[in-house]
């Protein structure tokens, strides 16, 4: 089952389910508890959150993949746990994390363009 939903600041989340299914309900909560992301993407122009829950019925776990389409950057992590929220939650606090250490890596890479840029005026 995929399933797209909308967040503000503007972030579809799209939510693709195996073995298991999700109430409305339980689904709009879990789109309330992305905590920042939506936040932490919003200068981004389309930016796409991507959730695979699968449930496997041997192992009798989750295995959630998330993935967060940025335009040129696509971000990726995932949790397994006997329970979907504990497993969620780990996946949204890896993706906050990586989203945190490419907006560092994006501003280093300023820093590196306009310090060039003032070099480059100071020997002219």
Not at 38 to 50: C, E, I, S
Not at 84 to 104: D, Q, R, T, W, Y
């Amino acid at each position: 089952m995929n399933q797209t939903l909308g967040t503000k600041p503007h972030l579809d989340l799209e939510v693709r389910l195996q073995n298991c299914t999700l109430t409305p309900e339980r689904l709009e909560f879990l789109k309330s508890e992305l905590g920042t992301i939506p936040h932490l993407v919003g200068k981004f122009a389309q930016p796409r959150l991507h959730l695979d829950i699968h449930k496997h019925p041997r192992q009798k776990d989750f295995h959630l993949k998330m993935s967060l389409n940025l335009g040129k950057d696509t971000l990726f992590t995932g949790d397994r746990h006997k329970d979907l929220m504990p497993a969620f939650n780990a996946c949204v606090s890896k993706m906050i994390i990586n989203l945190e250490k490419l907006e560092g890596r994006r501003l280093s890479k300023k820093r590196k363009a306009a310090n060039s840029v003032w070099e480059d005026s100071e020997e002219s």
